[in-house]
């Protein structure tokens, strides 16, 4: 069983439910006593932050990783290195309504999420709703990852004692759409069989990975893989490459555009361009704001 770890760090302009609850990832959940606790980077970890100090206690992802290994991957996965306070108040300048939607997410860090777990993950949320995406998301773990144990310091906020990781691409390459039946992703199934197969063809997702990165646009390139749509390719570019000028529409991203600056819901492109001449670089951000604050009113 892996070792466990605690490491702790200071915090500002960070809020795990605002974290965790804007729609950006699907394997981290609210526990009874207020922490939340998930998966990443192949770690179990839960979370707490009380007066600007965030604890994260999780296991290690190999017997030999180090406390200083542990904290560098919690401090970029959380994106803590980066100035909110900037980008609020850059976006917030001169927009009243801008700055109500951050005041309603001042929390809100974009997660530097591994980037085959975000295509699965939002290849799977297309037309779909955040309870039947995480749950479709676990059975395919649950039925074809690799087992994570849950130790006994984590057991009492963890349902189960074993846990899953997302499949690797090889994994999901070998399957037909009938053994995907189990976890009714509908229509979804064969799209992920076949971007498992189209990334095994590029060589992998570190050759993936490295294209898109060094991509002039990598929202049109990742309408390459199977069932990724530009809407699905926005959320992928932001979340798993980095493209913080990203701005994902979706229903609630219309209505949130709609609500805030006027513009009518079928106007996807002028919703961009007004994203793009507004929010800049920084339209990722804003997007996650608006989505954030337009599903809370």
Known sequence: M?????????????????IFDCGQCFRWNLQPDGSWAGIAGGRLARMTEADGILTVTGTAVSPD?????FRRFWYDYLDLGRDYGKIKRSLGRGDAAMRR?????EGIRILNQDLWETMISFIISQNNNIPRIKGCIEAVCREFGQVIDVPAELRPFVESEKLYTIPEPEVLASLTREDLDGCRLGY???YLIETACQVLEMGGMEAVENHLRHAKDPVAELTYFAGVGPKVASCIALFGVGRYDAFPIDVWMRRAMHTVYNIEENRVGEMQAYAREHFGKYGGFAQQYLFYYMRGL
Not at 10 to 18: G, P, Q, R, S, Y
Not at 65 to 69: G, H, M, R
Request: proline letters at 3%; hydrophobic letters at 40%.
């Open 2 to 18: 892996a070792d466990v770890m605690t490491v702790t760090f200071e915090v500002k302009d960070f809020h795990l439910t605002h």
């Open 65 to 69: 990783e180090s406390e200083e290994e």
């Open 101 to 105: 939607a951050i005041k309603a997410g």
């Open 188 to 190: 979804r199934a064969p």
